[in-house]
């Protein structure tokens, strides 16, 4: 593949029988029925008050008429209470179908007065982002833009969370945090917005994407140990190219972006490769660039992931099987209890325990 020659595509510009549905706003409802529950016990009524918020009684506030379509928001003071978090729910999509998710929040003081507020939201509650100011872009996780609404000194915002794939019941779940940065004041959360995305670039990587306390040779998702991501569904035989580092990628600059390239010569079919021997609590960035097939082969640039993998003392992955438990761990390991083998291939009732100090590879406890 001669790359020299190669077009270059951004998600902005996407290429040619590539095309997108219209972002689609859902405010967020609570109560019996709502779209809206509390995150840690499913409540629909138990995180919030009609008629506003009184910013000490640790409760979300429900005000009509201020969000997107004059319907309610919900206000929080996150800098002096201590809130529930919330997930809400988008219903109705369709099973297996990727989509883009924002988070819809209001600020204040537009156009030219103290501009405040925020929210923060994220695809689970490990991986949330603050949203503030708007970037100017909603395609990257973590960016955000003006979505046109206003109300008096209000704005409206769209964050940008990732893309997130619908379940078997058609179901995508976001999580609210009334959590925000200094200054900003309060927070208003106007709902959630998706897009469906037929992907032409590599998407949904594993391990996921800002994902915390990975194993160090990632072998508990992967046998042998490797990076893997989604094929691109808006064209067929796609090639990458795979750029990996502990320095955030710098898109200013052509690829590798800062980073290591990771496949040699010619871009990769597969959509796996192993990475380097991976540090203790260390942050790794990836890249994977996708080729769609053309007589001028077209780029799509990948978004740039992350990871950051286990402390040393991290309790393993335990994988039990028959006759014996095999662990990923540091040496040495302390094992109590029993382990009742069924005669079927199958071990339960295992309670093991470790002490970690030195280095060391894989280990094996055998039933005795």
Request: contains cysteine.
């Amino acid at each position: 593949m001669k790359r020299l020659l190669l077009t270059k595509v951004f998600l902005v510009v996407l290429g040619a029988g590539i095309s997108q549905a219209a972002i689609t706003h859902i405010s967020a409802s609570g109560g019996d029925g709502g779209n809206t529950v509390n995150a840690g016990t499913d409540s629909a009524t138990d995180w919030y008050v009609g008629g506003g918020n009184l910013n000490s009684d640790n409760l979300w506030g429900e005000r009509g008429g201020f969000g997107e379509n004059a319907e309610q928001i919900y206000e929080c003071w996150g800098l002096v209470e201590t809130l529930p978090q919330l997930k809400t729910t988008i219903s109705g999509l369709i099973p297996g179908q990727p989509y883009k998710i924002w988070v819809n929040y209001v600020r204040f003081g537009y156009p030219s007065g103290n501009k405040r507020g925020g929210i923060t939201a994220g695809l689970s509650l490990d991986n949330l982002y603050t949203f503030d100011e708007e970037t100017g872009n909603d395609t990257i996780a973590g960016g955000s833009v003006l979505t046109g609404f206003t109300n008096s000194d209000r704005a409206g915002l769209r964050g940008y969370l990732d893309l997130a794939v619908a379940d078997a019941g058609g179901n995508i779940v976001i999580y609210i945090d009334g959590l925000i940065n200094e200054g900003e004041e309060r927070a208003w959360y106007d709902g959630v917005s998706y897009e469906a995305f037929i992907p032409p670039t590599a998407w949904d990587p594993d391990p996921a994407n800002k994902e915390s306390d990975v194993e160090t040779d990632l072998s508990a998702r992967a046998i042998t140990g490797e990076l893997s991501w989604n094929a691109p569904t808006a064209y067929n035989d796609a090639t990458y190219d795979i750029y990996f580092g502990t320095t955030e990628p710098n898109f200013n600059d052509p690829a590798p972006y800062g980073l290591t390239q990771l496949n040699i010569g010619d871009a990769q079919s597969a959509t796996s490769i192993v990475p380097p021997v991976l540090d203790y609590e260390t942050t790794y960035y990836w890249v994977v660039d996708a080729y769609e097939p053309n007589t001028v082969p077209i780029l799509y640039q990948g978004s740039g992931w992350s990871f950051t993998t286990a402390p040393s003392d991290y309790a393993p992955t335990v994988t039990a099987g028959n006759n014996y438990i095999t662990w990923l761990a540091n040496l040495p390991q302390t094992i109590n209890g029993m382990v009742n083998d069924l005669g079927e291939g199958d071990v339960e009732n295992a309670d093991v325990a470790w002490e970690c100090s030195v280095p060391a590879s894989n280990g094996t406890v055998r039933d005795g």
